[in-house]
């Protein structure tokens, strides 16, 4: 389950899925498919204050699970 919550303008990811491990990489893909940010954070956090209003995907990777939701930039 993704559970996007704009702070300010920082969008934190609750996530509840079954890793096994930590999550090792958070990246950000617009509809076209382009790679928009990527970043290794340990506290679920991306700064989104730079997207312009529109849908992405956010990919998740932990070990070799990855997951995969779309949110909705205001």
Known sequence: I???????F???LIIKLNFSNPIDQMEIINLEGKKIKSVNS???????????PGVYIVQI????QKYHGKFVKQ
Do not use: A, E, T, V
């Not at 340990?42 to 312009?52: A, E, H, R, V």
């Not at 990777?61 to 070799?64: E, I, K, P, Q």
């Open 61 to 64: 990777y932990s070990g070799d």
């Open 2 to 8: 993704l559970i996007p919550r704009l702070l300010f």
């Open 42 to 52: 340990s506290n679920n956090l991306i700064d989104i204050s730079d997207l312009k």
């Open 10 to 12: 920082l969008i934190q």
